[in-house]
């Protein structure tokens, strides 16, 4: 069955302590792996969109990269500005439609 | 410029009624999504229109929701005879189109639905 798993389910780093978020999937025809941020109460927030593996994208302290079989976005010397729930979706084969996992809450503390 | 909107920001019914949720779509995008977030599960895909093309409808749960879009503008979702378990938050996203960069989802703030 076709899907996207995200791991871990929660983290809790300290200000300036850099990881890891990791996104897999088993889809056919991958056309295109999603990151998005989540606030409480909000709607997700684009931000970066990988094609082919191999690609990287950055924003900030953020940094995406992708292989064949999974994504990982990588949070450098993080803020507690930077705690939300972080949500990876694929768009694969014909399909339009995001494939979504179901996140990674991340904490940042002082 | 403005992005998606999406009324109510809350909606609480009792079961069995009706409810109507608007989602209002960034200007000049073509391709119109709804996704349900119930609590802790992921975004769930319901419904996809793109310009004047026949909508998928595959995600749709059950024939008591059903969804239009009029001037390939704003789209209304409705569910009829409301359910307990239909409470979640309604996601509207829009893209400039279907394919490529332009697949690029682009999400309201959601509609949080609340069956008693």
């Known amino acids: 069955e076709d899907q996207v798993t995200q791991s871990p389910e929660a983290l809790r780093l300290q200000e300036g302590e850099s990881s890891s978020l990791n996104c897999s999937y088993t889809v056919s025809g991958l056309r295109g792996l999603f990151w998005y941020r989540q606030d409480p109460g909000k709607g997700p927030e684009f931000l970066f969109t990988l094609y082919s593996a191999g690609e990287e994208k950055e924003k900030e302290r953020l940094k995406a990269t992708l292989t064949k079989k999974e994504s990982f976005l990588h949070i450098t010397a993080p803020k507690p500005e930077d705690s939300a729930t972080y949500l990876c979706?694929?768009?694969?084969?014909?399909?339009?439609?995001?494939?979504f996992g179901t996140g990674t809450r991340l904490q940042v503390t002082l | 410029g403005a992005g998606v909107s999406q009324s109510p920001s809350n909606k609480v019914t009792e079961k069995g009624k009706d409810v109507e949720l608007r989602c209002d779509p960034i200007s000049g995008h073509t391709a119109l999504y709804w996704y349900r977030q119930s609590l802790g599960q992921g975004l769930e895909f319901l419904i996809y229109?793109?310009?004047?093309?026949?909508?998928?409808k595959s995600g749709l749960p059950s024939d008591r929701f059903s969804a239009e879009r009029t001037g390939g503008s704003v789209s209304t979702l409705t569910i009829q005879r409301t359910q307990q378990e239909d409470s979640a938050v309604y996601l509207c996203?829009?893209?400039?189109?279907?394919?490529?960069?332009?697949?690029?989802?682009?999400f309201g703030p959601g509609t949080r639905l609340t069956v008693l």
């Open positions: 229109f793109q310009g004047n093309s026949a909508p998928d």
């Open positions: 996203a829009s893209s400039r189109g279907p394919r490529g960069s332009y697949n690029e989802q682009f």
């Open positions: 979706a694929v768009r694969y084969g014909t399909a339009s439609k995001l494939t």
